[in-house]
T-cell receptor, first 116, second 108 residues
Framework: ETGVTQTPRHLVMGMTNKKSLKCEQHLGHNAMYWYKQSAKKPLELMFV???????ENNSVPSRFSPECPNSSHLFLHLHTLQPEDSALYLC???????????????FGPGTRLTVT | TQLLEQSPQFLSIQEGENLTVYCNSS?????LQWYRQEPGEGPVLLVTVVTGGEVKKLKRLTFQFGDARKDSSLHITAAQPGDTGLYLC????????FGTGTSLTVIP
């Protein structure tokens, strides 16, 4: 399944580095999401973009900065991260159905981030 | 917070056995999804249920949405090693809420 791709798959960065995660969806969807998955914790929703507009920011620290230039691409810019930010970062996309009440999310393979 | 509790948290069974995983909440969801995730990969969507009481079958997997749309179950018949993985439920209210996950290991 290559509907949602993420790069890089693995990233090791120091606390003073600046890096970016990239996500691209090939499903024609109009909403994209960033999630954080840490060990022994449920998936945490970080950001939601509907039609390129950010509609959700779940109290994410400012060291994480999302960017959505169009409905197919989503970035997560990282700077001055902390070791506790080490996790699997997952991107997802879905089609927003304005008249319906359910959405299906399709996930990318994730970026395994390690902050040293 | 619309918390989804999954049980059991861990499950290790022999190949050929049957099992049921539960996903419970005190909140009502307009839809509920089940995903399977393998180590180092993203969750893969298995099914979406929308109507209370709905039952969907996917080969050896049977999914049921509770009548009140607050809970769901996943039943696997004759489990195989390829079923090994982390099973996640996710309910949609005003946003997606993910369950705590059930880690399944099927021993050959």
């Amino acid at each position: 399944e290559t509907g949602v791709t993420q790069t890089p798959r693995h990233l090791v960065m120091g606390m003073t580095n600046k890096k970016s995660l990239k996500c691209e969806q090939h499903l024609g969807h109009n909403a994209m999401y960033w999630y954080k998955q840490s060990a022994k914790k449920p998936l945490e929703l970080m950001f939601v973009y509907n039609f390129k507009e950010q509609t959700e920011n779940n109290s994410v620290p400012s060291r994480f900065s999302p960017e959505c230039p169009n409905s197919s691409h989503l970035f997560l810019h990282l700077h001055t991260l902390q070791p506790e930010d080490s996790a699997l970062y997952l991107c997802a996309s879905s089609q927003v159905i304005t008249d319906g009440n359910y959405y299906e999310q399709y996930f990318g393979p994730g970026t395994r981030l390690t902050v040293t | 917070t619309q918390l989804l509790e999954q049980s059991p948290q861990f499950l290790s069974i022999q190949e050929g056995e049957n099992l049921t995983v539960y996903c419970n909440s005190s909140s009502v969801f307009s839809s509920l999804q089940w995903y399977r995730q393998e180590p180092g990969e993203g969750p893969v969507l298995l099914v979406t249920v929308v109507t209370g009481g709905e039952v969907k079958k996917l080969k050896r997997l049977t999914f049921q949405f509770g009548d009140a749309r607050k809970d769901s179950s996943l039943h696997i018949t004759a489990a195989q090693p390829g079923d090994t993985g982390l099973y996640l439920c996710a309910g949609y209210g005003n946003q997606f809420y993910f369950g705590t996950g059930t880690s399944l290991t099927v021993i050959p």
